[in-house]
């Protein structure tokens, strides 16, 4: 699949008609860790693709044009990257386009955290655990549905405790950065859908205890962690505040909070910084709030 949609994008460099509209970057300028959007405003699109670090992403068309949501990792290194654009219209016409993104690098914070050695070192019959759950969410965490999402909010009023990307030093050993960001809830608080989906996963997970993964379509889910009680099904479909359960301390935690983190096409990428970028783009695109 992939190779087809490669042969096609390169047949469709050799062509150049003009055209009726305008591709531009919600922001020509995003941090590692961050989502770039890519947005077309105009006549409507057949079909449309990008690509970005050698991986070639689609354009989902819309009412007033078309979006593409581009995962910028938290080890992207910073530089210029050039995004090459093919646009497809109804009449078969296409059009390239080059844009340039400039990435740059965030220094984030260092955590140092004291937890019960079992949870910093598994012991080997852990170890299957961990593997067998990390393939689930894997597999979760790769699924492309159609666009769910409209708005987006946070999960939780409550402040942050804990910021996406922090460094952590777990009992004295450096480990993987903080794949989301933390609220400081107290146990019970609801905790409501960041947007439209469908929940794709209801778990109860060695590293994230009782655990909600919302699936909001074009490879962007979202995952609640440390729940003391769930309160939707696998299947379910959300409305963006609906309440999917309540904030807890299973896991591994070391009090009641509630950890969020979200994953677009299989890259995490900072939970507060996409609920910005939506809320810029709700605004470009005139949706409400
Ligand atoms: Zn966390």
């Not at 819309?62 to 009449?91: E, F, K, R, S, T």
């Not at 999402?149 to 480990?175: A, C, H, M, Q």
């Not at 919302?214 to 409305?239: F, R």
């Amino acid at each position: 699949m992939m190779r087809l949609v490669l042969v096609l994008f390169i047949s469709l460099l050799f062509t150049q008609p003009a055209w009726c509209g305008e591709l531009t970057l919600l922001s020509r300028q995003v941090h590692n860790g961050e989502v770039a959007v890519l947005l077309w405003q105009g006549e409507p699109l057949s079909f449309g693709v990008v690509r970005f670090r050698n991986e070639v992403l689609y354009l989902y068309p819309d009412a007033d044009g078309a979006v593409a949501l581009l995962p910028v990792g938290l080890n992207v290194p910073a530089g210029d990257y050039h995004l090459l654009a093919a646009l497809v219209d109804l009449h078969g016409q296409t059009t390239t386009t080059e844009l340039v993104l400039q990435v740059e690098y965030k220094k984030r914070p260092e955590e140092h955290l004291t937890l019960p050695e079992r949870m910093v070192t598994p012991v080997a019959k852990d170890v299957d655990r961990i593997n067998r759950e990390s393939y689930l969410l894997q597999e979760k965490f790769a699924l492309q549905s159609p666009r769910f999402w409209t708005t987006f909010e946070r999960p939780v009023d409550e402040s942050v405790s804990g910021v996406f990307g922090e460094r952590r030093i777990l009992n004295g050993k450096p480990k993987s950065p903080h794949s989301g960001t933390d609220f400081r809830s107290p146990s019970g608080t609801p905790i409501r859908s960041i947007s439209n989906g469908r929940v794709a996963l209801v778990a109860d997970l060695f590293y994230t205890g009782q655990t909600v993964v919302v699936d909001h379509g074009e490879g962007l889910l979202s995952l609640y962690a440390h729940l003391s009680k769930v309160l939707v099904e696998q299947d379910h479909e959300l409305i963006v505040g609906d309440v999917l359960g309540q904030v807890g301390s299973t896991g591994r935690s070391t009090g009641a909070h509630l950890h969020l983190t979200v994953k677009l096409l299989g890259e995490r990428v900072d939970p507060l910084a996409l609920l910005a970028t939506f809320e810029k783009l709700n605004q470009v695109k005139g949706l409400d709030q």
